[in-house]
């Protein structure tokens, strides 16, 4: 090969796997659909429709929070060779456009999986409180649209997404039966969160989320803030304090040593299982809600 037509040659192949990743591969009819979700919660609801003719690729990593995450290059190669890119909306992926504008491919379905449902506006989140899937109603609501979109992208696996999205939407609707049976033994009604992530859960079952650490995930809050928290607890008599895994849990505990509550946790995303983690939410809420000694008197 002469030396100019080699280094054409070599060129061509750089600039494929800048473009593509250098990973991408012909798409045959037995591949799977690849899907792209922002959060696991959403990326669970597409593999439980998509069973195993979707491959769900999440892009908020396990332990980071949508508040305080930020796009990154994979991210954009990620999604050239999608399907589906399936957010939730309201403000949790300020990023959506740019990965959208970076794609342009005609190729990639985008869904809002939370755009009809009503949303509660609220001092914390700018666009309102982006998060609905913690209540298994509205999770119901995004799951039904997550299948939509997956019927259109497929229209040939329509009648096996519907199935599969029957049979998670009876589960949904279970967990839901589950959490009323159990908020009918809580004694207490009031929750203290690190962010305001539960106000759908708290309207849904009757329940008062009554103060939050962190008003405004990503900036410390002010010590006049965290007099209010203490000053809730005791006024409450809460027993408990709820941590989420994806902030540091260092102010929680120094709340809870001033005031003696036990500090719990309640995670809004998991990592995968939506029904797991919703079930243990729900135990951890008892833990708290349910009539018992408390841990220790103020
Ligand atoms: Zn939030």
């Given at each position: 090969?002469?030396?100019?037509?080699?280094?054409?040659?070599?060129?061509?192949?750089?600039?494929?796997?800048?473009?593509?990743?250098?990973?991408?591969?012909?798409?045959?009819?037995?591949?799977?659909?690849?899907?792209?979700?922002?959060?696991?919660?959403?990326?669970?609801?597409?593999?439980?429709?998509?069973?195993?003719?979707?491959?769900?690729?999440?892009?908020?990593?396990?332990?980071?929070?949508?508040?305080?995450?930020?796009?990154?290059?994979?991210?954009?190669?990620?999604?050239?060779?999608?399907?589906?890119?399936?957010?939730?909306?309201?403000?949790?992926?300020?990023?959506?456009?740019?990965?959208?504008?970076?794609?342009?491919?005609?190729?990639?379905?985008?869904?809002?999986?939370?755009?009809?449902?009503?949303?509660?506006?609220?001092?914390?989140?700018?666009?309102?409180?982006?998060?609905?899937?913690?209540?298994p109603?509205?999770?119901?609501?995004?799951?039904?649209?997550?299948?939509?979109?997956?019927?259109?992208?497929?229209?040939?696996?329509?009648?096996?997404?519907?199935?599969?999205?029957?049979?998670?939407?009876?589960?949904?609707?279970?967990l839901d039966i589950d959490i009323r049976k159990h908020a009918?033994?809580?004694?207490?009604?009031?929750?203290?969160?690190?962010?305001?992530?539960?106000?759908?859960f708290?309207?849904e079952y009757?329940?008062?989320?009554?103060?939050?650490?962190?008003?405004?995930?990503?900036?410390?809050?002010?010590?006049?803030?965290?007099?209010?928290?203490?000053?809730?607890?005791?006024?409450?008599?809460?027993?408990?304090?709820?941590?989420?895994?994806?902030?540091?849990?260092?102010?929680?505990?120094?709340?809870?040593?001033?005031?003696?509550?036990?500090?719990?946790?309640?995670?809004?995303?998991?990592?995968?299982?939506?029904?797991?983690?919703m079930?243990?939410?729900l135990?951890?809420?008892?833990?708290?809600?349910?009539?018992?000694?408390?841990?220790?008197?103020?």
């Amino acid at each position: 090969m002469q030396l100019q037509a080699r280094f054409y040659v070599i060129f061509l192949v750089a600039v494929s796997v800048l473009l593509f990743g250098g990973c991408q591969k012909q798409k045959t009819d037995s591949e799977s659909l690849r899907i792209l979700a922002s959060i696991n919660p959403l990326a669970d609801f597409a593999r439980q429709v998509g069973g195993e003719r979707v491959e769900v690729v999440v892009l908020i990593p396990t332990g980071a929070s949508p508040h305080t995450f930020e796009l990154t290059p994979k991210m954009m190669v990620s999604a050239s060779h999608s399907r589906l890119l399936i957010l939730n909306g309201i403000g949790l992926e300020p990023w959506a456009d740019d990965l959208i504008d970076a794609v342009s491919s005609d190729s990639l379905l985008v869904v809002e999986t939370a755009s009809d449902i009503e949303i509660l506006m609220d001092d914390d989140h700018a666009a309102g409180n982006p998060h609905v899937w913690l209540n298994p109603r509205l999770a119901r609501q995004q799951v039904e649209k997550i299948a939509a979109a997956l019927q259109q992208i497929s229209p040939a696996d329509s009648a096996y997404f519907a199935i599969n999205a029957q049979n998670y939407l009876a589960l949904l609707d279970t967990l839901d039966i589950d959490i009323r049976k159990h908020a009918q033994k809580w004694t207490h009604r009031s929750l203290i969160c690190v962010h305001p992530a539960w106000e759908y859960f708290t309207r849904e079952y009757s329940l008062e989320l009554t103060q939050v650490v962190l008003p405004n995930p990503g900036s410390e809050p002010s010590p006049r803030h965290l007099q209010q928290v203490i000053q809730a607890i005791r006024r409450v008599q809460a027993r408990a304090i709820f941590s989420e895994p994806q902030f540091s849990p260092a102010l929680v505990h120094t709340i809870a040593a001033e005031t003696g509550v036990r500090v719990l946790t309640l995670d809004p995303l998991g990592t995968g299982d939506y029904l797991a983690l919703m079930r243990q939410n729900l135990a951890n809420i008892d833990q708290a809600l349910k009539e018992g000694p408390r841990c220790q008197t103020l």
